[in-house]
């Protein structure tokens, strides 16, 4: 649209916009998973799973749909992962056995 000379380009972009509402680094989640990005999302009403290598450049990314308008995610102390939505549900997510 406009001229930003003064930022550096994104590394990824989703186009349409899917409405980021947060982003967690994982840990200690899951081996398969730790190291990854987990991210919300309020227009695609899922959490996205982002893998980037040293370089910083995006290698891999999952969608999980929710089909609610996710708010926050946290990555809690005993390994599990929390997200919030709009309409107050609370959604957690745990390590397989």
Same mark, same amino acid.
């Given at each position: 649209y406009g001229r930003h000379d003064r930022f550096?380009?994104?590394v990824f972009a989703f186009l349409p916009s899917?409405?980021?509402s947060s982003l967690e680094l994982i840990r200690d989640f899951n081996p398969a998973w730790d190291g990854d990005?987990?991210?919300g999302t309020l227009k695609d009403q899922?959490?996205?799973r *982002? /893998?980037?290598d040293r370089a910083g450049r995006v290698q891999e990314r999952e969608r999980l749909e929710?089909?609610?308008? *996710? /708010?926050?995610?946290e990555v809690r102390a005993?390994?599990?992962?929390?997200?919030t939505t709009d309409d107050g549900t609370l959604l957690v997510l745990t390590r397989a056995g």
């Open positions: 550096e380009p994104p899917v409405a980021i990005l987990l991210m899922s959490l996205w *982002i /893998r980037v929710v089909g609610h308008r *996710i /708010r926050d995610v005993d390994g599990s992962v929390a997200a």
